[in-house]
């Protein structure tokens, strides 16, 4: 009986945890920093982003760049901050955010139409975003391994779609992003397409 008692509390939440968002924790996927654990403020978006897309999109969020989770999570809610205070958008623009500590951080997330592409890309692709300008410097190896295991999981979770195309962000607007170096990497991924 004590046994089974033992068991049975194991299995309860920690008083005042969130509850794990099975979004965020797709079995046999890399491990994403979800929301509350990096202290974003409420999501105020409420439009669907329809799955599975077609398109990823490969951005660089051109400031400054963070290597620790701390300094990452801190980067997270500054970009947040400047997109909902600043550029009056209903969250984050980014589906997903990618530190040069090799972690993925959740922004919109799969399933939440993102603000990163403008209104002829954003409900066809899933927008990842680099932490960091990317001009002079490639992303280190850890933050590329990352997004490109973040693509594998969204194709076997099909949030992706099998046929999908990888975008640099240049290449569907005008902008320097995702940076020369991060753009000259992108651009030898297999699924690349200009």
Same mark, same amino acid.
């Given at each position: 009986?004590? @046994? !089974? =008692?033992?068991? +049975?509390?194991?299995? =309860?939440?920690v008083w005042g945890q969130e509850p794990i968002n099975p979004e965020n924790m797709l079995p046999g996927c890399p491990d994403i920093v979800p929301r509350s654990e990096w202290g974003a403020l409420p999501s105020r978006c409420l439009q669907p982003l329809k799955l599975p897309v077609e398109y990823v999109v490969v951005s660089h969020t051109a400031g400054q760049p963070c290597s620790s989770a701390?300094? &990452?999570?801190?980067?997270?809610?500054?970009?947040?901050?400047? @997109?909902?205070?600043?550029?009056? !958008? &209903?969250?984050?623009?980014?589906?997903?955010?990618?530190?040069?500590?090799?972690?993925?951080?959740? /922004?919109?997330? !799969?399933s939440t +139409? /993102?603000? @990163?592409?403008?209104?002829? !890309?954003?409900?066809?692709s899933l927008g990842i975003s680099f932490m960091g300008n990317f001009m002079n410097r490639a992303p280190s190896p850890r933050a590329l391994r990352a997004a490109q295991s973040l693509i594998s999981c969204g194709l076997q979770h099909q949030a992706i779609s099998p046929q999908y195309m990888v975008k640099g962000h240049r290449d569907v607007q005008n902008t320097a992003s995702p940076g020369d170096r991060l753009y000259a990497k992108v651009r030898t991924w297999a699924h690349y397409r200009e």
């Open positions: 009986m004590v @046994h !089974w =008692l033992l068991l +049975l509390l194991a299995a =309860l939440p701390s300094s &990452c999570e801190q980067q997270m809610r500054n970009i947040q901050s400047y @997109h909902i205070n600043t550029l009056g !958008w &209903c969250d984050i623009a980014y589906n997903f955010l990618i530190g040069e500590d090799g972690l993925i951080y959740e /922004g919109r997330g !799969w +139409l /993102g603000a @990163h592409t403008g209104p002829t !890309w954003n409900p066809i």
